[in-house]
Each structure stands twice: as structure tokens, then as C-alpha cells.
């Protein structure tokens, strides 16, 4: 049982390149989450998707695209990356979005703009 | 929302119970209260998670006082492996609720 599976683990960019992170659950989960992590900070929601087909904006959605491909996959997608965008991108899903359901998260994905 | 204020860092020796409080003065009656923890270049994992008085698991127990305005996750006997950061999330990931943040975390050291 893998839980949650991110793609790439490591990823270096030129500034202005674009690239989609992969996301996917194994747990039948209905919510998805993608945040950021930068150095010394905490977790910062980017976007969250309640079910499949639905997405809302988080605390810091600009500069990204998500997809919530089907119920297994949400992925997230910058269109033309910028060096503030330099992260540790972490995916979690959960059974609902509720309060009393916790999220698993995915081991990140290292994203390095140049 | 919810918004939750913890320490940023906290020290320990190994074997100490280690308490760390979160407050969280505007939680709202249908909240939660939940606990991860996560280590370097790992996500963050789930530790326990309670509504009101107190819960207890094989790891760690958590109080909640009855007005609910704050909570303490008690670590028994922390050891070296116990190092990591600590967040404490409050509140649904619904609607308004979009920015719902896990905040900076308490970063626990323990040392021998």
C-alpha cells in the first residue's frame, strides 16, 4: 500500500520552463491537497480539491494550475516557473475535507528554479 | 477560521515528557484538533487528534481544555528520534476555510 506517490522527487527548472507535478492515491480518499514548504516555514496551502472534479484556491495559488485528473490523481502544474516558486511541494489527501479526517501526505517533490 | 499560535522552537533531554501548546482562541464549534509531525525531507504524519478533554494513543496524548481555546500535545519520555517539527491544524477545508494553514510549527530538539 503506498498511500500517496508524488513525481517527480527532484526537479531543477530554468526560469520561464514549465512542468506538472504528479500526485496520486492508493487510500480512496476524496479530498486532495497540494501545498508548498519553503525553508524554515511552514506548509502553505496552493490549492484543494474536496472531490473529483472540484478545486478551490488555497492561501497562495498564483502561479499554479491544478488537475484533479479523477479521484486517484491531482496534479499541479506551473506554466511558466519563476525562482520564488524554488520549493518543497508536498501532496496530501484525505476522506473529506472535514476537520476530523487527517491528511496523509507524499514524501515532496524538490522543485529548484534557476 | 481558526488561525493557531505556537512556540517555534522547544529543547528536551532524552527521557523528559515534553509538552508543546497551541492556541487556537477562535476555533469553531464543529473543529477538530489535530497533530502532525514531520521530519527533515519527509512529509508530515499524523499523530493523534482529539475534539474536547483528552486523548491518548501509543505515542502521545492530547488535552483540550473545555473551553477548547487551546490544546497540549504531551510527548512521554521523548528520545532522539522525537526531533522534528510539530503542527497543529484547526478547522475544515471548506468554502471560506481555503486558507486554512498549518503554520510555522514548533521545532523540537532533544539532545542526550
Known amino acids: 500500500n503506498a498511500g500517496v506517490t508524488q513525481t517527480p522527487k527532484f526537479q531543477v527548472l530554468k526560469t520561464g520552463q514549465s512542468m506538472t507535478l504528479q500526485c496520486a492515491q492508493d487510500?480512496?480518499?476524496?479530498?486532495m491537497y497540494w501545498y508548498r514548504q519553503d525553508p524554515g516555514m511552514g506548509l502553505r496551502l496552493i490549492y484543494y480539491s474536496a472531490s473529483e472534479g472540484t478545486t478551490d484556491k488555497g492561501e497562495v495559488p498564483n502561479g499554479y494550475n491544478v488537475s484533479r485528473l479523477n479521484k486517484r490523481e491531482f496534479s499541479l502544474r506551473l506554466e511558466s516557473a519563476a525562482p520564488s516558486q524554488t520549493s518543497v511541494y508536498f501532496c496530501?489527501?484525505?476522506?473529506?475535507?472535514?476537520?476530523?479526517?487527517?491528511?496523509?501526505f507524499g514524501d515532496g517533490t524538490r522543485l529548484s528554479i534557476l | 477560521l481558526a488561525k493557531t499560535t505556537q512556540p517555534i522552537s522547544m529543547d528536551s533531554y532524552e527521557g523528559q515528557e515534553v509538552n508543546i501548546t497551541c492556541s487556537h482562541n477562535?476555533?469553531?464549534?464543529?473543529?477538530?484538533i489535530t497533530w502532525y509531525q514531520q521530519f527533515p525531507s519527509q512529509g508530515p504524519r499524523f499523530i493523534i487528534q482529539g475534539y474536547k478533554t483528552k486523548v491518548t494513543n501509543e505515542v502521545a496524548s492530547l488535552f483540550i481544555p473545555a473551553d477548547r481555546k487551546s490544546s497540549t500535545l504531551s510527548l512521554p519520555r521523548v528520545s532522539l528520534s522525537d526531533t522534528a517539527v510539530y503542527y497543529c491544524l484547526v478547522g475544515d477545508f471548506t468554502g471560506t476555510a481555503s486558507k486554512l494553514t498549518f503554520g510555522t510549527g514548533t521545532r523540537l530538539q532533544v539532545t542526550l
Open positions: 487510500m480512496n480518499h476524496n479530498s
Open positions: 496530501a489527501s484525505s476522506d473529506s475535507g472535514l476537520s476530523n479526517q487527517p491528511q496523509h
Open positions: 477562535n476555533i469553531a464549534t464543529n473543529d477538530y
